[in-house]
């Protein structure tokens, strides 16, 4: 008997609204002109597109576990955008595709509500924008060049707001400042992607869960083998994300493993609207591992916080599929928060691993430069409008399109790299513990040291926002 996956909130919720998720692995051999490994967002959007664009391929998808079980079913589900990541962008990619990228950013989560509603899929979406905060005086003004620079380009979407009316719409005295955008939001990720996977196999792709990838035999045709049988396939997606290093090590330098570790409460729909919280609004404070939260329609807080544990060598630690073992912490912050819920009980805990990019960016091309195997991975914890555009680069790839998706600068493989171990993980470590003594001493008013300063410099593709 196979181990049993976690089921984080999200997902288990998603899980027990399907009248059978009995998954279906893969038993003997056989073949398909493409196999998608991983049933997360990444591969289902890749398939999605590639039927509505081709709908004669014959498209197979295995996945280790259940389609969405990995971060597509288990993150907070905050519809974010690359907005105020311009500055990085115009870095790493020219000012016009920096521009083409925020663009597309902001188009993904309306794009992601209409293919919800036209497929009935109740994902829970609600496009109530983001509001992105600071909570202390050292935060303040941090989102002004980026907010200039948007607005030349005629790309700004932000709107700044009085104190008072951060604090209403946050539901929340900790906030002094903030820029609201409409371009943004939530959703219920486990029923999202679980729709997906319903979509992708009324489209005629076969979805195997419970499959595990051995490994590839690189060749036309590709041979994908598994335990119990191969998927002989002339192209191949890796989505696997996270998990990638594990199984190709050259990714190992590409990408840091860090959590993301959530709570949710029991549902208080009245202590919420009287505070403010009505709505599905993504609220993010500036800290560069952020707090964020949002409600879900059903009266609960959902509250993540981003950059407590650091895998050593990303090895995917059992961890990563267990509550949290940061609930403390996310108890501090609900009650420094949220006073008025600290009698509210937490239901669950979860976290997840993240595959931070040295870039903050994900970043796709071909594995071993094979023309027929192409990957995907590097979202850096703000995934779910990006997964988005992942796939409609990962499609325009196996179709061979020239669009401005394969030649965009995300399809030139990772454009920078992390130190090897153990200096990577002691100076993940070290820059960790600078950050919380920085924003600590921040919060109380105080000057942070000079050396935290400058070590927190390092994680800026860690972070929400630039300045520059």
């Not at 709107?159 to 946050?170: C, F, G, T």
């Not at 609930?327 to 008025?340: D, I, R, V």
Request: charged share 20%; with cysteine; proline share 6%.
């Amino acid at each position: 008997m196979s181990k049993p996956y976690y089921q984080p909130f999200w997902y288990s919720e998603a899980l027990s609204q399907e009248a059978d998720s009995t998954p279906q692995p893969l038993s003997g051999d056989c073949s398909a002109d493409l196999c998608i490994i991983g049933g997360g967002y990444t591969g289902l959007w890749t398939a999605i597109k590639l039927k509505q664009q081709k709908p004669e391929m014959e498209i197979v998808i295995i996945d280790k576990g259940l389609c969405g079980s990995g971060a597509s079913g288990r993150n907070g589900g905050c519809m974010l955008t690359w907005s105020t990541k311009y500055f990085s962008l115009r870095r790493l990619f020219g000012e016009e595709e920096a521009c083409r990228l925020v663009r597309a950013s902001e188009e993904a989560p309306y794009q992601i509500r209409n293919f919800c509603r036209e497929h009935n899929i109740d994902a829970q979406v609600r496009l109530d924008g983001t509001l992105y905060t600071s909570t202390n005086e050292a935060q303040l003004g941090g989102m002004e060049p980026t907010i200039k620079a948007l607005t030349e380009r005629r790309l700004n979407s932000w709107m700044h707001w009085s104190p008072e009316q951060v604090k209403q719409a946050a539901g929340s005295q900790q906030h002094i400042d903030g820029y609201y955008s409409p371009a943004a939001g939530s959703l219920q990720p486990g029923l999202l992607v679980r729709g997906m996977k319903r979509v992708a196999e009324a489209m005629g792709v076969r979805i195997y869960e419970n499959t595990a990838m051995d490994s590839i035999e690189e060749g036309h045709p590709a041979r994908v083998k598994t335990p119990h049988g191969e998927v002989k396939a002339r192209q191949v997606v890796l989505a696997i994300n996270a998990w990638t290093p594990k199984k190709y090590p050259q990714f190992n330098n590409t990408v840091v493993l860090v959590s993301s570790d959530m709570a949710i409460t029991e549902p208080v729909p009245e202590k919420l609207a009287a505070a403010g919280l009505d709505d599905g609004k993504a609220v993010v404070d500036s800290r560069i591992f952020v707090h964020y939260y949002r409600t879900t329609p059903d009266g609960r807080l959902m509250l993540g916080k981003g950059g407590n544990m650091f895998a050593f060598n990303n090895q995917v630690y059992p961890a990563f599929d267990q509550p949290s073992r940061y609930q403390t912490q996310l108890q501090g912050a609900l009650n420094k928060f949220f006073p008025y819920l600290k009698d509210t009980p937490i239901e669950r805990t979860w976290t997840g691993p993240s595959d931070r990019s040295a870039t903050g960016f994900p970043f796709f091309g071909r594995l071993n430069n094979q023309s027929n195997i192409f990957y995907g991975l590097g979202y850096s914890g703000n995934g779910v409008c990006q997964s988005y555009m992942g796939g409609e680069i990962l499609a325009s790839l196996v179709l061979g399109l020239d669009n401005e998706w394969t030649r965009s600068g995300l399809v030139k493989g990772p454009l920078a790299t992390f130190p090897p171990e153990p200096i990577r993980w002691l100076g993940a470590m070290t820059v960790r513990n600078a950050i919380r003594r920085k924003e600590n001493a921040e919060d109380a008013g105080n000057k942070p040291w000079w050396i935290d300063k400058q070590l927190a410099k390092f994680a800026n593709a860690a972070g929400k926002s630039d300045k520059g």
